[in-house]
C-alpha cells in the first residue's frame, strides 16, 4: 500500500476509522440511524508513471467496480481540475448483488511528480444510499476541498 503525506479536513459527522486491506489509505464513515448501508468517504492512491489520461484512469476505476457489482452505471463524468494538475469527477449508480441501490462520487485528482515517472493520482470516494448522498455531498465536495499533498514532511502545501 502507498501512503502519502495527506493533509485532510474531516466534514463534520464523519468519523475516520482504520482502513484495513481495503487498499485505501484513508476510509471515513458517516453512520445514518436507520439505514441499511454505511455511508462512507474513501482515499486511494496510485502511482500513475504511464502517460494515461485521467479520463482514462476515471474509466478504469468504473471498469473495476464493475467487475464486484450487479450494474453500475455512469450518470456524470467532467473535468474539474486544470491542464497543470487535471482531475476528473464522476457520480455512478451502483448496484449490490443483493439489489441495494447506491450513489458514489469519484474524484481523481492527479499529483504532478518532478518527473513524468514520479506523478501520483488520488481517488477520492462518498458512498451513500441515494437520498443520503445527496445530503451529504456539500460535506463532500468540502472535504475533497480540503486535502492538500505536503510537499515535505513538515511543510504544508
Known amino acids: 500500500m502507498m501512503t502519502l503525506p495527506l493533509d485532510l479536513v474531516i466534514p463534520d459527522g464523519w468519523t475516520a476509522v482504520d482502513p484495513g486491506d481495503s487498499g485505501a489509505v484513508f476510509v471515513a464513515v458517516h453512520p445514518v440511524p436507520g439505514e441499511e448501508f454505511t455511508p462512507n468517504i474513501t482515499v486511494s492512491v496510485q502511482q500513475r508513471p504511464d502517460d494515461a489520461t485521467i479520463d482514462a484512469i476515471a474509466a478504469e476505476a468504473v471498469e473495476r467496480l464493475s467487475r464486484t457489482l ?33 450513489i458514489q462520487t469519484q474524484v481523481h485528482l492527479t499529483v504532478p511528480g ?30 475533497v476541498a480540503g486535502v492538500h499533498v505536503r510537499q515535505h514532511e513538515g511543510k504544508a502545501q
Open 114 to 143: 518532478a518527473t513524468p515517472a514520479d506523478r501520483l493520482v488520488l481517488e477520492l470516494a462518498c458512498t451513500a444510499a441515494p437520498a443520503t448522498a445527496r445530503r451529504l455531498s456539500p460535506g463532500f465536495q468540502r472535504f
Open 70 to 102: 450487479a450494474g453500475l452505471d455512469v450518470l456524470s463524468r467532467r473535468d474539474v481540475g486544470d491542464p497543470a494538475a487535471p482531475a476528473v469527477m464522476q457520480l455512478l449508480r451502483l448496484r449490490t448483488g443483493e439489489g441495494t441501490e447506491l
